[in-house]
């Protein structure tokens, strides 16, 4: 990374001084920074790039689909970074000259593995051998069934690195569930691991494993961590042995497939996304650096699994120097404390969590910040779902009461975030404070026109490095472009513009509020509302541990809108609290929205990352029989059922 005079800026600050020179601009706000960074994409990814000292010299950034330059190439046939050969890996492994540990690895039962910078570039040489001489290379698939673990990320980084194509799993899919996700790219490597430990049970996975391998018929190479004692497939300790081979460096195009991560596939068959080596580069070394502040002082845990794009988010730490810390358990097990003791113990910098499990530690009465030694900690972030005002104010209260929030919204399918935090711009509780650099987001009408201060669909005019290259298996690209471009607006369009499928409001300061999905808005009496503003209220409620709120149309114009809800334990739902939460919609929301009725549910089905899965289950409490959901994409796929003879017994 170039350096800025100023050796205690931030790389954000770096990162504009150095923007001002190249533009001559002042610059003297965020916004500044961004309206330049959406006016004149060319110029300010060629920017990025050169800021972060990257190999090869990209002459025009940005061209069409044709390879004509084009200073603005529209969606989505822009192509990033024309003739450049690159790899990503070599952007990680060049912070290997240093001491200190790159990756640590905890897991449930409390054992802690470090893995030195230094130890890095045998360890990924070891494994990319491996998969070579089974004759994997350029352009094949390897695929992984893994929890988080610290070999996750080394098989990764060997596998993109003979320019290979990367595919993750949790080990949570059933063997059929995984497989109808990696047998598409008919992988010719699979790295399993024995088993883990999660909710204080010792769960082997090693018969699963051996299923997933023998449904994948091209597999020829099965790498399986703590499988010393299996003849049935290569010990991942056997192959890390010998770590005197020559790091590979294979150069690929810009647009070269590095990995293939998948949709929810809960109505079906998951799609396949797949993002190009130098797109996720740039935007990964953007959004590390110069929104969440890492660098090579730098810890940085974000909960996750490798079946959810911030698994690759939180690898891309290592972008920039930054430790990264894994973690393999329950993060309520033994209690709901367990991920701040993580922080506390790892001098974590950089926390990324769920609002679930902010609103967990709230319900069970913690207080982070005076039972633990939180002084490393910088930034708090938060993904998954919206991040309620009150739980703001909670981290306020118990953790730190001037301690960042990067509220953050993203997705699968740019592998990246579109808004959150940025260095330097006030945080308001409930709202995302921007959007993020190199993200043309507006919210539109549907006449196409932007609005500010309202609630609209959520649309990304220009492009993005880390939007998909492809869908897998789509050649002509029409799921793709069916996927993201094919809305109908009131008016047509000069060209297609990313329709996302949320509703958001920017508001006139810039910051956001996301209500939901577009394709699940409560739509009662002619108002719109999101779903997410109704949990924000409800969830809110003590006794209330998580809430399912759905609009279903009915015969003859009617309209149903029941609200599901999980209790905390030894609550019950009483008329009082029934009474409480209507009058907290009715005062804080809105009168029209109070819902119809409030059903105890055995639980609230989500997908394998945690959404909620509104809009089938509305589909299915309408009556529909053509709502088709796949049961192993959700987390507990009984819960349909009970949901089914919910709408069966509705009597309108």
């Not at 297609?496 to 300061?509: A, F, Q, S, Y």
């Amino acid at each position: 990374m170039s350096e800025h005079p100023a050796a205690s800026a931030t790389p954000y600050e770096q990162f504009v001084a150095q923007l001002r020179e190249r533009t001559g601009r002042t610059l003297s706000s965020y916004d500044d920074v961004w309206q330049c960074s959406v006016t004149e994409l060319p110029g300010f990814w060629r920017a990025v790039w050169d800021f972060f000292d990257l190999d090869d010299v990209a002459a025009e950034p940005l061209a069409d689909g044709d390879a004509a330059v084009l200073a603005d190439a529209v969606m989505p046939d822009a192509a990033w970074f024309p003739g450049v050969r690159l790899n990503y890996v070599d952007a990680v492994l060049r912070n290997c000259d240093r001491d200190g540990a790159a990756i640590v690895g905890l897991d449930e039962a409390g054992n802690r593995t470090e893995i030195a910078w230094r130890e890095l570039p045998g360890l990924v040489a070891a494994v990319a051998a491996a998969l070579a001489d089974a004759g994997i290379g350029e352009g094949d698939v390897v695929a992984a069934y893994l929890p988080d673990i610290p070999e996750a990320a080394i098989a990764f980084l060997a596998t993109a690195s003979l320019g290979a194509i990367w595919s993750g799993c949790g080990q949570d899919y059933a063997p059929e569930g995984a497989a109808g996700r990696l047998e598409q790219l008919r992988p010719k490597a699979l790295f399993t691991c024995a088993g883990y430990r999660f909710n204080g049970k010792d769960v082997d996975k090693r018969a699963e494993s051996a299923e997933l391998a023998g449904l994948l018929e091209d597999v020829v190479l099965h790498i399986q961590v703590g499988a010393e004692d299996s003849a049935a497939e290569t010990a991942w300790s056997a192959v890390v042995t010998d770590t005197s081979r020559t790091m590979p460096s294979v150069k690929v195009a810009a647009d070269h497939p590095l990995w293939v991560l998948f949709s929810s596939g809960t109505t079906g068959r998951p799609k396949g996304i797949v993002h190009g080596h130098g797109g996720v580069l740039v935007e990964h070394l953007k959004e590390t650096a110069l929104h969440c502040g890492l660098d090579s002082k730098s810890v940085f845990f974000w909960h996750t699994a490798l079946s959810w794009m911030m698994w690759n988010y939180q690898v891309a730490g290592l972008l920039v120097g930054a430790r990264i810390v894994t973690y393999s358990g329950s993060p309520l097990y033994p209690d709901a404390d367990r991920l701040w003791q993580i922080v506390a113990d790892e001098h974590v910098t950089f926390f990324g969590t769920s609002p679930g499990q902010l609103n967990a530690s709230r319900k069970a009465g913690l207080v982070p910040g005076r039972d633990h030694d939180l002084s490393a900690l910088a930034t708090l972030g938060s993904t998954g779902s919206t991040l309620p005002a009150d739980l703001f104010e909670w981290v306020y209260q118990n953790v730190d009461a001037g301690l960042p929030i990067s509220s953050v919204s993203g997705g699968t399918d740019i592998v990246s975030a579109f808004a959150g935090g940025s260095d330097g711009v006030p945080v308001v509780a409930g709202e995302l404070s921007v959007r993020h650099l190199g993200v043309a987001l507006e919210s539109w009408s549907p006449d196409a026109q932007p609005l500010i201060g309202e609630v609209g669909e959520l649309v990304v005019t220009a492009p993005m490095p880390s939007m998909p290259i492809s869908f897998w298996n789509d050649d002509d690209q029409a799921r793709y472009r069916a996927a993201y471009f094919d809305h109908e607006w009131d008016r047509p369009l000069p060209h297609p513009v990313w329709r996302h499928g949320d509703w958001v409001t920017v508001t006139d300061r810039g910051s956001l509020l996301f209500h939901g999905r577009s394709d699940a808005t409560l739509n009662r009496h002619g108002i719109r509302m999101g779903s997410a503003d109704i949990y924000e209220v409800v969830e809110g409620v003590e006794q209330i541990a998580e809430a399912f709120v759905l609009g279903v149309d009915g015969p003859d114009g009617a309209y149903w809108m029941p609200m599901f809800v999980t209790l905390v334990p030894g609550a019950e739902l009483t008329d009082e609290l029934v009474k409480q939460v209507a009058a907290e919609v009715k005062t804080r929301l809105s009168p029209r929205h109070v819902p119809d009725e409030i059903i105890v549910a055995p639980g609230i089905p989500h997908t394998r990352t945690g959404k909620k899965l509104e809009v089938p289950v509305t589909a299915i409490l309408a009556g529909r029989d053509d709502v088709n959901v796949d049961p192993k994409s959700i987390d507990d796929p009984d819960l349909i059922d009970w949901y089914r003879e919910r709408g069966a017994a509705h009597r309108w």
